[in-house]
């Protein structure tokens, strides 16, 4: 921008606004250098001859994931950093009401802003990292290291959970307390400035840290405020499950492969944000280790050498070869009708499994594959679909922050605010409203499934896939995702979340080895998706491209029937990814019930014709299929 232009602009206003962009996306990562995470040149230069010629000057920045901001956060002429996110269709709209006043600011940051790119516990393995990632730093990602390593604190430019407001609020009359197996937490937030505003009232929780080490701090519930007016109040109530603090030992510490609540002092802390928090005047305390479920060993790591403790040393993690789980399923005990039953007849009279026994070994094995057909608008393909039996396949629509259609139609299609921005609203209530909306938009459209949401963990800013996920802290993702997912569920639409799991980087993304102790699974990046599936019931669920622990997602019985359907209770269809690299066949055996976008059907038939699979493990994939077919045909 030329000079002239910039004292032209400053002598008929008194506040300058620059937006910063940035752009990321599906298959490629960020990097760590000038233009990307950092500010270039150009932009230092613009920033600095506009914060000269202007009294004020606000900065926007228009990214899915953290940009630094080191360069102008303590600049006096910056007066205002708004973390904009991508806003779609009304973003800048609601930014410009922002910048004027018209509302006040009341989101919350998603994540931890540190003072360099380096400051993150594994910014060189991500940048190295290859053929794997190696999880080192364990259950130590995002505030949970920032808050808790030994010299990690003071790298925090802006804290998980912040957020300034143009009104202040007012804690009071804070309670806590035990209840039937839950901490029970109540306080009286007051707006004590001069303009109406929410606010974000969030417990934590600390933990002794015994055998297995814990966080200094982990996020435990969280509530956001109405509005309200100047010198108005409003009582909040928080609860969470004493378990939820219990740690996953994967070692044997106390008890292998168990949910442990260790002995000791458990403290809880009341505040808006990681850092801005006061301990509340109860303590639970246990004066014996308490297992609080326990499971068996699964998805373990066997070539991931250490992983990181809370006091900053590592501790070394047993190596050695995988072993890994196959599955059958059990015949559907139904006879075939005597005569040809249409799919819409399935009822009272006629069984789901009676009309699944119909189908030749052919028609099976064509059912459980994608067809890249594009019914409509659809562009992502579709499954299911049999015109023999009547079965009508079921559309896709890709996502989060929007229908992505056949271009070549020309329906418009609305463009939704990235997950990031919504997860910082922390208002669970608005995000079922955005997920109905958007699941409206779907029927309009005559489509099924939107694949959607996506709720991988932020483990590193550069992740290309950044801004569909919500959070570093798998809590509040899993709570995000939950409530979007029953809002679009409510339209009779199929929620798709995704990428299950570890899907934390898009380079090699269909090779890449995540090698992640289980305990690090458990706790961090399945905790977000077990939330999901147990308070909102998603319909479909898809594994992601990559290996965990050598074992691609969409192969492993561990991942897919041992833990999501057995330990959790998920009751849903699991689809593969599109196009990943992994043999149809083993899907079926491991519960992945259709490969997108086309399947196998040769390297399927000659599994079947070898009796490496059965009938009854593509009868059981089928079932499936059409227990989502059925729901979303209603």
């Not at 899915?64 to 009304?90: H, M, P, R, T």
């Not at 330990?567 to 149809?584: A, Q």
Request: charged share 25%; glycine share 8%; net charge negative.
């Amino acid at each position: 921008m030329p000079d002239e232009l910039i004292a032209e602009a400053a002598a008929n206003a008194d506040i300058a606004i620059i937006t910063l962009s940035r752009f990321s996306a599906e298959g490629v990562d960020r990097k760590a250098i000038p233009g990307d995470y950092y500010l270039s040149a150009t932009e230092k230069s613009l920033i600095d001859r506009v914060a000269a010629a202007f009294p004020n000057t606000v900065i926007v920045l228009n990214s899915g994931a953290v940009v630094d901001c080191e360069y102008f956060a303590d600049n006096e002429k910056v007066g205002a950093i708004i973390s904009g996110w991508q806003g779609g269709l009304e973003g800048g709209m609601a930014i410009a009401d922002i910048i004027c006043g018209d509302v006040n600011p009341s989101g919350k940051l998603a994540d931890t802003i540190p003072d360099s790119y380096d400051s993150y516990q594994n910014a060189q393995e991500f940048l190295t990292g290859f053929e794997h990632l190696d999880y080192f730093d364990d259950i130590y990602v995002g505030y949970r290291y920032f808050e808790t390593i030994p010299g990690a604190a003071e790298k925090v430019r802006y804290p998980f959970g912040f957020g300034l407001s143009y009104t202040d609020f007012e804690f009071s009359g804070a309670f806590c307390g035990e209840s039937d197996g839950k901490i029970v937490a109540a306080v009286t937030v007051k707006n004590i400035g001069k303009v109406p505003g929410k606010e974000v009232v969030q417990l934590y929780y600390s933990a002794p840290q015994g055998k297995l080490g814990k966080p200094a701090k982990e996020l435990a519930a969280f509530k956001k405020t109405k509005l309200l007016s100047p010198g108005e109040s409003e009582a909040i109530a928080l609860s969470f499950d004493i378990g939820d603090m219990a740690s996953f030992d994967d070692l044997g510490k106390i008890k292998k492969s168990a949910f442990v609540l260790e002995k000791g002092t458990y403290s809880f802390y009341l505040g808006n944000s990681a850092r801005a928090t006061e301990k509340l005047h109860y303590d639970f305390v246990l004066s014996e280790d308490i297992i609080t479920k326990e499971s068996k060993p699964l998805c373990r790591p066997f070539k991931l050498e250490k992983r990181l403790l809370a006091d900053g040393s590592f501790e070394n993690l047993p190596t050695g070869e995988p072993v890994y789980t196959r599955g059958t399923h059990a015949p559907i005990e139904a006879t075939a009708p005597k005569d040809t039953i249409m799919f819409d007849e399935v009822g009272e009279n006629i069984t789901l499994d009676e009309f699944i026994k119909q189908f030749t070994v052919d028609e099976l094995i064509d059912f459980v594959g994608g067809h890249q057909n594009q019914p409509g608008v659809c562009n992502t393909g579709a499954f299911g679909g049999m015109k023999r039996l009547d079965v009508p396949p079921v559309p896709t629509a890709d996502g989060p922050a929007g229908l992505r259609l056949n271009a070549s139609t020309g329906v418009p299609t609305t463009a939704w605010p990235c997950a990031t921005l919504l997860a910082c609203t922390w208002n669970t209530d608005l995000i079922e409203e955005v997920g109905a909306a958007g699941g409206a938009e779907l029927r309009e459209n005559n489509l099924g499934v939107w694949l959607a949401p996506a709720m991988n963990i932020h483990r590193n800013p550069l992740c290309g896939r950044n801004f569909e996920y919500f959070s570093e802290d798998p809590l509040l993702a899993g709570k995000c995702c939950a409530a979007d997912v029953r809002g679009i569920q409510s339209q009779k639409i199929a929620a798709s979340v995704k990428h299950f799991a570890c899907n934390n980087r898009e380079s090699n993304r269909f090779e890449c080895d995540s090698r992640v102790s289980e305990r690090a699974l458990r706790e961090i990046y399945l905790r977000g998706f077990e939330i999901c599936v147990k308070e909102a019931d998603p319909w479909t669920i898809m594994s992601s491209y990559n290996l965990i622990n050598g074992c691609h997602t969409s192969v492993s019985h561990e991942l897919l029937t041992e833990m999501l359907r057995n330990e959790w209770g998920f009751k849903g269809m699991v689809t593969t990814d599109w196009g990943v690299h992994s043999s149809h066949s083993d899907e079926v055996l491991a519960g992945n019930d259709v490969k997108m976008g086309d399947g196998e059907p040769e390297e399927l038939k000659a599994a079947f014709e070898s009796s490496k699979i059965t009938r009854a493990d593509l009868e059981t994939n089928v079932r499936r299929i059409l227990e989502l077919t059925m729901k979303v045909a209603e």
